[in-house]
């Protein structure tokens, strides 16, 4: 993570002089406050990973002398199937067509959104775990 972390901190160095020199060459507010927006992003990515990288245990990848097996493991528990972000997708499409065509639209997509959302979040609570 360290090496992540010092990657970050020289990205948003590089963000930081290209907002400097693109905000008085061009004088354009808006590409400048995106790009000191950016350096902001990478300078707070930058500190959480190497502030985490103080109190977790070196990792494989900031071993130089490992292999890529070394980093191998279990990473974590993946659903193999789930209909769930269909109904987000459709709820989420909807909304953002709410935004274009009419504000009406959310009413419809509110009830798919929440669905969406309630199915994926339940989605393994059922069997003997389920409640009555």
Do not use: C
Not at 16 to 24: P, S
Not at 58 to 87: C, I, R, T, Y
């Amino acid at each position: 993570m360290r090496i992540q972390g010092n990657l970050f901190m020289w990205l948003s160095l590089f963000f930081l002089i290209v907002a400097g020199v693109y905000g008085v060459w061009s004088k354009e507010p808006v590409g400048t406050t995106a790009l000191f927006l950016a350096f902001g992003l990478s300078i707070m990515i930058g500190f959480y990973l190497g502030f985490t990288a103080r109190r977790v245990d070196v990792g494989a990848q900031d071993n130089k002398e490992a292999d890529v097996a070394d980093d191998s493991g279990e990473v974590g528990f993946f659903s193999p199937h789930s209909w769930q972000p269909l109904a987000l997708a459709a709820g989420g499409a909807l909304a953002f067509l709410g935004v274009a065509v009419g504000w009406w639209l959310m009413y419809f997509s509110a009830p798919v959104l929440l669905l969406g959302i309630w199915g994926w979040v339940f989605e393994y609570y059922r069997g003997e775990n389920r409640t009555q």
